[in-house]
């Protein structure tokens, strides 16, 4: 069983476009976040959400967006797409707690042309 | 705030040989301190994590790490490196607030395994 997946694996898509990427666990987790790793690896936070209280990266440009229509799930809304926003994205979960071990799904690679 | 310095982006190393992949960390505060694995194409991988107590942790595929708060670091150690252990390795923090925080990456280090 997959702990967290996440929909599509792969994206390409037309600068300006709106696109949707899904994220879902099956951990019984309270609380979600979405990573971007940029084309050199880096890895960098772009929201935590638990039912309580949606933590934003002050960097995040306020195109991305995420939903989460319940505690299973947190997707990622990106509106206009730019060249820049290429990048792998991943979302992970875990309990509440900053000791708590986050679970990665497997990544989206997200292509802008 | 918090950071994270991995030394060295790139480490190789022969088969059988010692893995030290090091990390040193900047907190406010006593922190939490993971080493996640990626292999290609795949998402990250809990490798282990240190929190409270015993500063020598034991992970998984024979990894360890050491925590010294004297020198802020948590460099990671296999005692023989195997072929299987190519893969891109992130060092990350997590201060002690509570909320929901997200980790703070290293910029990875890769590593390569000569036969």
């Known amino acids: 069983d997959t702990a967290v997946s996440q929909t599509p694996k792969y994206l390409v898509t037309q600068m300006g476009n709106d696109k949707s990427i899904k994220c879902e666990q099956n951990l019984g987790h309270d609380t979600m976040y979405w990573y971007k790793q940029d084309s050199k690896k880096f890895l960098k936070i772009m929201f935590s959400y638990n039912n309580k209280e949606l933590i934003i990266n002050e960097t995040v440009p306020n195109r991305f967006s995420p939903k989460s229509p319940d505690k299973a799930h947190l997707n990622l809304h990106i509106n206009s797409l730019e060249l820049g926003d290429s990048a792998v994205y991943f979302c992970a979960s875990s309990l509440q707690g900053t000791a708590s071990t986050q679970y990665f799904g497997p990544g989206t690679r997200l292509t802008v042309l | 705030a918090q950071s994270v310095t991995q030394l060295g982006s790139h480490v190789s190393v022969s088969e059988g040989a010692l893995v030290l992949l090091r990390c040193n960390y900047s907190s406010s505060v006593p922190p939490y301190l993971f080493w996640y694995v990626q292999y290609p194409n795949q998402g990250l991988q809990l490798l282990l994590k240190?929190?409270?107590?015993?500063?020598l942790v034991k992970g998984i595929n024979g990894f360890e790490a050491e925590f010294k708060k004297s020198e802020t670091s948590f460099h990671l150690t296999k005692p023989s490196a195997h072929m299987s252990d190519a893969a891109e390795y992130f060092c990350a923090v997590s201060e002690g607030s509570g909320g929901a925080d997200g980790l703070t990456f290293g910029k990875g280090t890769h590593l390569i395994i000569q036969p």
């Open positions: 240190y929190t409270t107590g015993a500063t």
